[in-house]
């Protein structure tokens, strides 16, 4: 086995360890967690409206989501006559991916082994994300558009018309990031943070844009107008029933875990906790893997806060959405961003 | 890498065909579609040059917002008219004359030039030499580009924008 490792070249086995952490990071760590952060969402909830929730599935309702799953396989899938079948087909496939393919360049550890704890290390990797991210719109606007009736549309054209809009103040609030970092590579950033203070802490404006943007573009309360079940039924995915249902569904949490990655490792300084060197690259697999478990427990900690904004806020109105986005959060980030190349001209300016 | 590179610009080119050619469906949603994939294809091209920068703007700038707006604006106008429509003489004309010119500059350019000759620097497409040149080389062609966006969006708002009623409401 050995043997026939080392025969190989480096392409090769580079191409071997990308495929392997594909494969774990995506079947066992990603499609779990999706899976458990909707029955996190369901118990949560209940919680706070002080009911109990899903707990007859296995002990404390843990088995819930494999219920779900067999429910929604065996549910009939019905396609409306009316629909335009192509996109109805393609559009739950296209809102599923994109979440999926952003977490190709998240460093989620610092080594393993011999290997970097992360799948992509693009050294454009922000640029990567975001570009990624904002082809999520196609699967909600499709979705709008094959469904050929009137609230899945509506849903559709709010979606883009939201979605473009905080695309760009979340762009703009991570440029300062960046102008600090002075590397578009994610693995960068993390090695700024190591041996400094948190960017949190020197960016706490920017970090706040990118949170209520990260809400705007994971569609969640208070920002989930294209699905707004009081006034749209259920949006762009009212047509929807059955596994392509779910996908939309569960396309939600991967772009929530997608999202949350994305902070952890902008300012919450990914895999790094600044006590009993937690913060230098792992030498051992055991420190390796720790780290990787520091990681998911900040991701966790932003799952948790968005499950809890969803049950504590109302929902915005469609017209302070667009003007929060446009006259407070876009002018705020270009502010920030001046007033951080003012700082670093005085600072480090030649 | 020889391969990608043939089957990348294979695919842009069918996908870029059947933007304004299809055969099957005229419908408009379609052909943004098709120039969504036509615009990824072409990313691949330039990451296979190593310029993975412009290669993930050409993403995100493109297909990730220019193309959604036009969805958007497809989506809000009556597309069944469009539909029914065959292909029109006039528009077949012009395009064609405007593909001929394209192509005429392309081969006198490439008969002009010899190999090696004139090439780019090796990582003119990354970050950072990218962002130095705008600010030194290209500063004024760059300017302008920005002042000819601003004024198209200060005319796109004047333009939209209803005549001013009465107080607005709050």
Known sequence: MTDWFTSLTPNEQFAIFSLLKIMIAVFTVVLPMVAYSVVAERRISALIQDRIGPNRVGPFGLLQPAADGLKFILKEDFTPAYARKVYF???????????????????????????????????????????????????IVLAGYASNSKYPFLGGIRSSAQMIS?????????????????DLN????????????????????????????????????????PEAESELVGGYHTEYSSMKFALFFLGEYAAMIAVSAMMVVLFLGGWTLPFAGLNETATSLGMGLLQ?????????????????????????????????????????????????????YLTHGK | M?????????????????????????????SAMFLVLTII???????????????????????????????????????????????????????A??????????????????????????????????????FTNYVLPFEIVSLLLLVAMVGCILLSKTPETEEETE
Do not use: H
């Open chain 1, 89 to 139: 087909w393609l559009a739950p496939a296209v809102a599923m991916v994109p979440a999926l393919l952003t977490l190709a360049v998240i460093p989620f550890g610092s080594q393993l082994g011999s290997q970097k704890a992360v799948i992509a290390d693009l050294n454009v990797g922000i640029l990567f994300t975001f570009g990624i991210v904002s082809l999520s719109v196609y699967g």
């Open chain 1, 166 to 182: 905080y695309e760009i103040a979340m762009g703009l609030s991570v440029v300062p990031v960046f102008m600090l970092v002075g």
């Open chain 1, 186 to 225: 994610l693995s960068a950033v993390i090695d700024y943070q190591k041996s400094g203070a948190w960017l949190i802490l020197k960016q706490p404006i920017a970090f706040v844009i990118f949170l209520v943007a990260a809400f705007a573009e994971t569609n969640r309360l208070p920002f989930d107008m």
């Open chain 1, 292 to 344: 990787v478990g520091i990681f998911i427990g900040k991701l966790l900690l932003f799952m948790g806060l968005f499950i809890w904004v969803r049950w504590m806020l109302p929902r915005f109105r469609y017209d302070q959405l667009m003007d929060i986005g446009w006259k407070r959060f876009v002018p705020l980030a270009i502010a920030n961003i001046v007033v951080t190349a003012i700082y670093l």
């Open chain 2, 2 to 30: 020889e391969i990608l590179f043939y089957i990348f610009s294979t695919l842009t080119l069918l996908c870029g065909a059947l933007v304004v050619f299809n055969p099957f469906s005229r419908n408009p949603v379609t």
């Open chain 2, 41 to 95: 294809c072409m990313s691949g091209l330039f990451v296979l040059l190593k310029a993975f920068f412009l290669a993930a703007v050409q993403i995100l700038v493109y297909a990730g917002a220019v193309i959604v707006l036009f969805l958007f604006v497809i989506m809000l106008l009556n597309i069944k008219e469009e539909e029914r429509q065959r292909f029109r003489k006039f528009g077949t004309f012009l395009g």
């Open chain 2, 97 to 134: 004359a405007a593909v001929a010119g394209l192509a005429w500059i392309l081969v006198t350019t490439v008969m002009n030039s010899r190999a090696g000759e004139r090439s780019v620097a090796n990582n003119a497409g990354e970050t950072k030499p990218l962002g130095e040149l705008l």
